[in-house]
């Protein structure tokens, strides 16, 4: 069974600019959330999409948006990119059934310079 | 306000010693906890959960407690090996949304 896979892994941008990063979830698992990794920050949700619909989001500003398409892959994207967006960005699906558990991809690693 | 915290960022043991990892947890309102592994330039991976309504769940080497009274939670790896060397998330888990702690970085010694 494949895994979470999450595109593209690394990437650099500058300052202004926009990113879209894709991630596409294990099969059959209909939760998709996102997660932002910083030194020290731990992993800060960003949000949780369920059959195309955002039921969850967490504290950061409207640049930061996602979506969900119906064969539960989700893009999320960062508008007029800061320095401190830097980061690794994590996608994770479940079946959100029993623990919750999370099934992480291997991430998007964002530059901002 | 954070509302899982691991107040320790980092822990070294010796190999074939017990390794604590702990969280301290402010909302009582949780359906599970959950032990996740980081390994560098890698994703985290799901270690071990435990129900609200228990207060141990063990899995091979890994058996974390759960004390609800103090709001707390703990893992403990018997006997740690020099592969546990990683990063160690714990989490809730309410309502489909997981907050995590921000982790601590166990170093195994050979």
């Known amino acids: 069974k494949a895994g979470v896979t999450q595109t593209p892994r690394y990437l650099i941008k500058t300052r202004g600019q926009q990113v879209t990063l894709s991630c596409s979830p294990i099969s059959g698992h209909r939760s998709v959330s996102w997660y932002q990794q910083t030194p020290g920050q731990g992993l800060q949700f960003l949000f949780e999409y369920f059959s195309e619909t955002q039921r969850n989001k967490g504290n950061f500003p409207g640049r930061f948006s996602g979506r969900q398409f119906s064969n539960s892959r989700s893009e999320m994207n960062v508008s007029t990119l800061e320095l401190g967006d830097s980061a690794l960005y994590l996608c994770?699906?479940?079946?959100?059934?029993?623990?919750?558990?999370?099934?992480f991809g291997e991430g998007s690693r964002l530059t901002v310079l | 306000d954070q509302q899982v915290k691991q107040n320790s960022p980092s822990l070294s043991v010796q190999e074939g010693r017990i390794s604590i990892l702990n969280c301290d947890y402010t909302?009582?309102?949780?359906?599970?906890f959950l032990w996740y592994k980081k390994y560098p330039a890698e994703g985290p991976t799901f270690l071990i959960s435990?129900?609200?309504?228990?207060d141990k769940n063990e899995d091979g080497r890994f058996t974390v407690f759960l004390n609800k009274s103090a709001k707390h939670l703990s893992l403990h790896i018997v006997p740690s090996q020099p592969g546990d060397s990683a990063v160690y998330f714990c989490a809730y888990t309410n309502a489909g949304k997981s907050t995590f702690g921000d982790g601590t970085t166990l170093t195994v010694k050979p």
């Open positions: 909302n009582s309102m949780f359906d599970y």
């Open positions: 435990i129900s609200s309504i228990k």
């Open positions: 994770a699906s479940s079946l959100f059934t029993g623990t919750g558990e999370l099934f």
